[in-house]
């Protein structure tokens, strides 16, 4: 026999019984659809973390003080206040690093007026820091400009708001060059940020030069962190040898024990992106149970159809069809069923991930590997699930079969 | 492999007598029977284990079928008849005895073997046509040629002819459910005869029909007989039987020659 013409057979009698043929395929059409919308719903919710993430800074590296021991107490993270100014300046010759922004961190009264009227006041996180800054962490202004050299090395008092806060005091460009009280101090508004999005808390704030706000708002040589952007996002892991190498050497330590931190937006994407591999590995698996369970779907149909088809069983026997004429029949019979309820379900899977992806705001995402693996998946279910009605069938003996009623 | 125990004889060692040797089936037959003979039975028995009874339903039957004779074996309902067109058909296995069809000797072949040889040397005919459901006249009797590997044109070229033999030429697309029983069993009939087998089994092939269709379907016999074909019919009715040449009586599972129709040439074993 030739195989064509066993595909022919295959593919008529399928083609005889177009509802249950249809039904029988729905248990693997909506497993397929299922790990298809699945997986694309967990790749999108990856690269919407992911997008979050990057938009933290560019090739981001922070650096942060280390802890301090008091006694036989070790303090949090970030609580010694080792990094100074000249440690910053010290990694701005480091080589790949393309900007660097010290920070000082504070938290202090803003005024639109000199007195407290109405809404137009909040406390907020001011950030004493350099120009470097606004490239670090990936902001860009909406109006006016942003913090210069120049006004850092005159200690100016100049400003540069974050668009929440400037929602909050009622501000716009056209406020740009008018007087803002922080702590009671006249600043000239210089500049407004855009909105970066994710956390409002990246737009609530205001910069200042680093030098006014040592000079007027806090008393101290240290500083709270350091942002540094590498040259690349392959330079971040060179770069970050480089800091630590040259903080040791500054701050004298030979025992490995370091006084400061490096965090890397490398870290914190090998972090997202194994929660997210966690996620998709874990709506996958929900998904291949759909799957399965339509495979058994397959599988019962077969069974029955093997049995009501005993007596045509007999008459291909006695007709000349040999044992693994009949086990081929059936197999590509179940074969068939999964691999067109396997097509069916991508196109229905990568409509469901297309309308989801639309409304959670990370577009479309098609994985073609995704795809591969869904349809193979449910072809080997079909092979699975198919084998035991089919010998089952090429089993039968030609006498009791035909003999069948 | 097709085995020929006619082109090589067995030498049988005679210089143990006291051996109860069984002779080979070369031996058991003359030259002249074994040239003319298409189908040779020797001592089959089929017997059914049903947990303690054991039921033989062939007891030692023996048969000589010789090319191109019309056979009728006759018998009431549990005679044995359907356990020895079983056998006959190579649809079942003896329990014991000797089987040789058109050169080949059936105890030897696998499952494989038992399928190939239905399909290259038998046609059957059944009582209830058997033909494949939702399956056009055409394909129906397509499908054997299908199973021998014919290609797609020769073998709707050959199906037509068959249906266009048995006057189906206006049938050709017709599904069973849509044909009379006296046109469905012509189409069985087209079917067993498209693969031009050694031997035609026919199982009762008017049982379900009226007198009419029957009649036809036993001129169709008659003539497919008149052409050279090696035909076995099996029925209870004598009347059916009667337009064979040879009928043969079986009862409890033995077989026994009618004395009237004896002079057709058959021979008993």
Same mark, same amino acid.
């Given at each position: 026999m030739k195989p064509l013409d066993l595909l022919g057979l295959a593919l008529s009698r399928l083609g005889t019984g177009k509802l249950r043929t249809a039904l029988t395929m729905l248990g693997i059409i909506i497993g397929v659809a299922s790990v298809v919308a699945l997986v694309s719903v967990a790749e999108g919710a990856t690269a919407g973390v992911s997008a979050r993430l990057q938009a933290l800074g560019t090739n981001l590296i922070t650096v942060s003080p280390g802890f301090t021991i008091t006694g036989a107490t070790r303090g949090a993270g970030g609580s010694a206040t080792t990094l100074t100014l000249a440690d910053a300046s010290a990694l701005t010759d480091l080589a790949n690093v393309s900007n660097i922004a010290p920070e000082i961190n504070t938290s202090k009264l803003i005024m639109v007026n000199d007195k407290l009227t109405g809404a137009q006041n909040e406390t907020t996180r001011i950030i004493g820091t350099t120009p470097g800054y606004l490239n670090v962490f990936a902001y860009s202004l909406w109006a006016g400009a942003?913090?210069? =050299?120049?006004? %850092?090395?005159?200690?100016?008092?100049?400003?540069?708001?974050?668009a929440t806060t400037a929602d909050n005091l009622g501000l716009n460009a056209a406020?740009?060059?008018?007087?803002?009280?922080?702590?009671?101090?006249?600043?000239?508004?210089?500049?407004?940020?855009?909105?970066?999005?994710?956390?409002?808390?990246?737009?609530? =704030?205001?910069?200042?030069?680093i030098s006014t706000a040592r000079e007027l708002l806090v008393n101290t040589s240290s500083i709270s962190t350091i942002g540094i952007s590498a040259s690349s996002s392959e330079a971040i892991a060179a770069v970050s040898g480089e800091i630590t190498a040259t903080l040791e050497q500054r701050h004298n330590i030979t025992n490995g024990v370091d006084d400061f931190t490096i965090t890397t937006q490398a =870290?914190?994407?090998?972090?997202?992106?194994?929660?997210?591999?966690?996620?998709?590995?874990?709506?996958?698996?929900?998904?291949?149970?759909?799957?399965?369970?339509?495979?058994?779907?397959?599988?019962? %149909?077969?069974?029955?159809?093997?049995?009501?088809?005993?007596?045509e069983i007999g008459i291909?026997?006695?007709?000349?069809?040999?044992?693994?004429?009949?086990?081929?029949?059936?197999?590509?019979?179940?074969? %068939?069923?999964s691999f067109l309820g396997g097509l069916?379900?991508?196109?229905?899977?990568?409509?469901?991930?297309?309308?989801?992806g639309i409304y959670a705001g990370w577009g479309f995402i098609f994985n073609p590997l995704t795809v591969l693996v869904a349809v193979s998946f449910s072809m080997v279910i079909g092979i699975i699930f198919g084998v035991w009605p089919a010998s089952q069938a090429a089993r039968l003996d030609p006498v009791v079969a035909l003999r069948y009623e | 492999m097709s085995l020929n125990i006619f082109a090589h004889p067995t030498k049988v060692a005679v210089s143990e007598p006291a051996a109860p040797v069984e002779l080979p089936l070369s031996q058991r037959f003359s030259e002249r029977e074994n040239s003319q003979a298409l189908i040779i039975l020797a001592g089959i028995s089929r017997v059914y284990d049903q947990g303690a009874v054991s039921v033989r339903a062939l007891d030692e039957v023996n048969l000589t079928v010789k090319r191109g004779?019309?056979?009728?074996?006759?018998?009431?309902?549990?005679?044995?008849?359907?356990?020895?067109?079983?056998?006959?058909?190579?649809?079942?296995?003896?329990?014991?005895?000797?089987?040789?069809?058109?050169?080949?000797?059936?105890?030897?072949?696998?499952?494989?073997?038992?399928?190939a040889i239905r399909s290259r040397a038998i046609g059957f005919v059944f009582q209830s046509y058997n033909l494949l459901p939702r399956t056009s006249a055409l394909v129906n009797v397509e499908t054997p040629l299908m199973y021998q590997g014919?290609?797609?044109?020769?073998?709707?070229?050959?199906?037509?002819?068959?249906?266009?033999?048995?006057?189906?030429?206006?049938?050709?697309?017709?599904?069973p459910s849509a044909l009379s029983g006296g046109q469905q069993q012509r189409v069985g009939i087209a079917r067993a005869l498209v693969t031009e087998p050694a031997i035609i089994l026919a199982d009762e092939p008017t049982g379900n029909l009226d007198s009419h269709s029957g009649a036809e379907v036993i001129q169709i016999f008659r003539e497919l007989h008149a052409r050279g074909r090696t035909i076995i019919l099996i029925t209870h009715d004598a009347d059916v039987a009667a337009a064979a040449d040879r009928t043969i009586h079986i009862r409890d599972g033995r077989l026994s020659e009618a004395s009237s129709a004896a002079?057709?040439?058959?021979?008993?074993?």
């Open positions: 942003f913090l210069n =050299q120049t006004e %850092i090395d005159n200690n100016a008092r100049v400003a540069v708001i974050g406020s740009l060059n008018s007087t803002i009280y922080i702590a009671g101090l006249p600043f000239n508004l210089i500049g407004i940020t855009q909105p970066k999005g994710g956390s409002t808390a990246a737009d609530d =704030q205001v910069l200042i030069p =870290q914190l994407l090998g972090t997202a992106s194994s929660v997210s591999d966690v996620l998709t590995l874990l709506l996958a698996g929900i998904a291949s149970i759909s799957l399965l369970v339509g495979g058994i779907g397959i599988m019962n %149909i077969m069974l029955v159809s093997v049995r009501e088809r005993t007596r291909r026997k006695a007709i000349g069809a040999r044992a693994r004429d009949i086990l081929f029949q059936f197999l590509l019979e179940a074969l %068939i069923l069916i379900g991508i196109g229905m899977g990568v409509l469901v991930s297309f309308g989801i | 004779e019309f056979l009728a074996i006759v018998g009431p309902s549990g005679s044995g008849k359907s356990t020895l067109m079983n056998i006959l058909g190579c649809l079942d296995r003896p329990t014991e005895g000797s089987y040789l069809l058109d050169g080949q000797l059936v105890e030897e072949l696998n499952d494989d073997g038992l399928a014919v290609g797609k044109k020769e073998r709707a070229a050959r199906a037509r002819q068959a249906l266009a033999q048995l006057g189906l030429s206006d049938r050709l697309g017709h599904e002079s057709a040439g058959g021979t008993m074993v």
